[in-house]
């Protein structure tokens, strides 16, 4: 399967290029890269020092002190504690599904929020996008060398047989080797308010002229001088045990894919341009106006370096513990060597050679009182004890709990839930490094979006049919609508599902459960002041009182529902029912005013009031508007004929 990377085509006019511009961009970048190369010659040997302290290797091949060949070793602490870090991070953030969580404003709606969100839960698992493995591979840089960095481009894979087709298309992460990541001297930590950035890619002669027939706007006839190989790559490759035999036949020629803001033409404002620069040469290989909104790149770090862009990490943080420890390691080894190792004193010409052989039965020709055996060293029972606390202290350095010592905090009688909460928790120490990296792979997720809106406003019909195909029509315009929305950078937010550095499943279904039992409680009591809100008989002040109850009871659930961190839409959850009871209460009141002209109304035409439980009921012919029969006033007053008044 082939890549190719293929940036979206621009909507303006093309760059009007010129020999002398060409001249003085050049020399410009030359400067730039040169200045950013030598600001960072100290940064590389640390990388080169956290590469040898990861594996293991010793700085100095032999040791012979105090003895020849003496223990060698370096400590695996610091090793031990980056892979740490690294296995809870992937498990933290890789075992919450879904991984990636879309809120909308109100601008964009809840609709178009889900059709992003569905759209990414696609992608997610999707091979073209190849977000697992560039976030295992930039968060191990992140956690050894303290900072990560992801590029995300439009790629076509093609597969050619007997017909050249495409096979995938789509927006693809890749992370970068942090040394092949180039940036100015003393920027700051956002590379999107970087003036540039560059990515360094090494070709061979026959790679470079494979490049040159794909891309047609390459000028390649400059590229001649090979390039030195960086340092940090070459010890990367030599550690994996994956470096190429120095035979001194393979020449390699670099290339930086450079991103920068540079006035080109002199108007005094600068454009953003993307250029293809050969710094051994200082030939421009290719030039045009940069065909993104946005910088394509993501960056994270473990341990901030304030106001500057590269970061620490794990390695580097606990260099001189580390250090330490395998300083003692080696003396510890040394001691138990020695304290097993004899030496012998004797007259001169007793032994005829330095070492004595030994072998079973052997007879020495000498005099036992000749001879004397010297002891030179004890067996030190500390070392054990000073090597367990430079452990402790490490970990206690870049904040991993100690197992043993919360185990014996927890006690017999701590529910089993809530000790493998404590045990499974990251220490708060690790909120930035965490934060950091959640954000930079939300970033270069959300680059994806970015890319598949360059082509849909290009006009990419293929593109949107694929969205029909995927997502269903509804959702698929939701989406594309979406994306075309100028409103879509501050109305859609992505953002990576967990949150803090702790996961507890179990734990997690039963805060499921008992928002779930809350919420139960909760909306009943929402639809009752409601209710009440827009109750016509109700007196003016006691509906106003039930809208103010509404709203402060709304603000209430609404921080209940924020404690969950399960919940990554409480804007959503969290229902909010005051302006619908606001217009519940003006029907209310409509409804009593009408009722009020309409009783007045009748008033002034003489009749009843309707409604009016004192108002005098027509009855029946010949009976009394109350019932009874009428009354003969001729007989008024006097008993009937049964003794009974009438």
Not at 54 to 67: F, G, I, M
Not at 141 to 170: N, P
Not at 548 to 574: G, M, W, Y
Request: contains cysteine; charged residues 20%.
């Amino acid at each position: 399967m082939r890549t190719v990377i293929r940036h979206p085509d621009n909507l303006v006019e093309s760059l009007r290029r010129s020999r002398s511009r060409d001249s003085q961009l050049s020399e410009w970048l030359y400067e730039q890269l040169t200045n950013a190369d030598s600001s960072r010659f100290f940064l590389e040997q640390t990388w080169a020092e956290s590469m040898r302290t990861y594996h293991c290797t010793p700085k100095d091949a032999v040791r012979n002190s105090p003895y020849i060949n003496a223990a060698n070793d370096v400590s695996p602490i610091a090793a031990e504690k980056a892979d740490d870090i690294f296995s809870q991070i992937i498990s933290v953030m890789t075992s919450i599904s879904p991984l990636l969580t879309v809120r909308g404003t109100s601008a964009m709606g809840v609709r178009a929020a889900k059709a992003v969100q569905q759209r990414l839960d696609l992608g997610v698992n999707s091979s073209i996008w190849n977000i697992h493995q560039a976030f295992s591979e930039g968060l191990k840089d992140a956690i050894k060398l303290g900072t990560c960095a992801f590029m995300t481009h439009w790629v076509e894979e093609r597969k050619k047989t007997r017909f050249s087709r495409i096979q995938a298309r789509g927006a693809k992460i890749r992370a970068v080797p942090l040394e092949h990541f180039l940036v100015p001297s003393g920027s700051c930590s956002d590379i999107q308010d970087s003036p540039w950035f560059a990515v360094f890619h090494e070709y061979t002669g026959s790679d470079i002229t494979e490049l040159g027939k794909q891309h047609d706007t390459w000028d390649i006839s400059q590229v001649k001088t090979p390039c030195s190989r960086n340092t940090v790559h070459r010890l990367r490759e030599h550690a994996a045990q994956q470096k190429q035999q120095e035979t001194g036949d393979t020449e390699y020629y670099g290339i930086h894919e450079i991103y920068c803001w540079y006035d080109y033409d002199g108007d005094r404002e600068q454009e953003e341009l993307l250029c293809y620069y050969n710094l051994e040469s200082r030939s421009i290989i290719d030039l045009s106006y940069s065909p993104y909104d946005h910088f394509p790149a993501s960056t994270a770090t473990f341990d901030l370096n304030e106001y500057l862009f590269y970061g620490r990490g794990v390695l580097e943080i606990l260099n001189s513990l580390n250090t330490t420890a395998g300083d003692i390691i080696n003396h510890w080894r040394d001691n138990g060597f020695l304290a097993n190792t004899r030496i012998f004193a004797g007259k001169a010409g007793v032994l005829d050679q330095d070492t004595i052989e030994v072998w079973p039965g052997r007879k020495l020709h000498i005099n036992p009182d000749d001879i004397k055996e010297l002891k030179i060293s004890d067996i030190y029972p500390s070392f054990p004890a000073l090597f367990a606390l430079i452990d402790q202290l490490a970990a206690r350095r870049v904040g991993i709990p100690s197992t043993p010592a919360m185990t014996e905090a927890l006690g017999n009688r701590t529910p089993g839930i809530t000790a493998l909460t404590m045990l499974q928790n990251i220490s708060q120490r690790h909120a930035a490094a965490f934060n950091s990296i959640r954000t930079g792979l939300a970033s270069a997720v959300r680059q994806c979006l970015y890319r598949e809106q360059e082509r849909l406003l290009i006009g990419d019909i293929d593109l949107e049919m694929y969205f029909q195909d995927l997502l269903g029509p509804e959702n698929a315009q939701l989406y594309i609508d979406c994306l075309k929305s100028p409103l879509f950078d501050d109305a859609i937010t992505v953002e990576l599902t967990v949150s803090t550095a702790s996961i507890n499943k179990e734990a997690d279904k039963q805060n499921a459960a008992l928002l779930m039992s809350q919420a139960v409680q909760i909306m009943p009591a929402i639809l009752q002041l409601s209710a009440q809100a827009g109750d016509p008989t109700a007196p003016e002040p006691l509906r106003a009182i039930a809208i103010k109850c509404l709203a402060s009871f709304t603000e209430l659930f609404d921080n209940f529902i924020r404690t969950f961190e399960q919940v990554r839409n409480p804007e959503v959850v969290a229902i909010d029912a005051t302006q619908e009871a606001q217009q519940l209460s003006m029907q209310a009141s409509m409804v009593q005013l009408l009722q009020g002209m309409v009783n007045s109304a009748t008033m002034q035409a003489g009749g009843s009031i309707p409604g009016d439980p004192n108002a005098e009921q027509p009855g029946a012919e010949g009976e009394s508007p109350n019932g009874n029969r009428p009354v003969d006033s001729a007989t008024s007053g006097q008993p009937s004929s049964n003794g009974v008044i009438p």
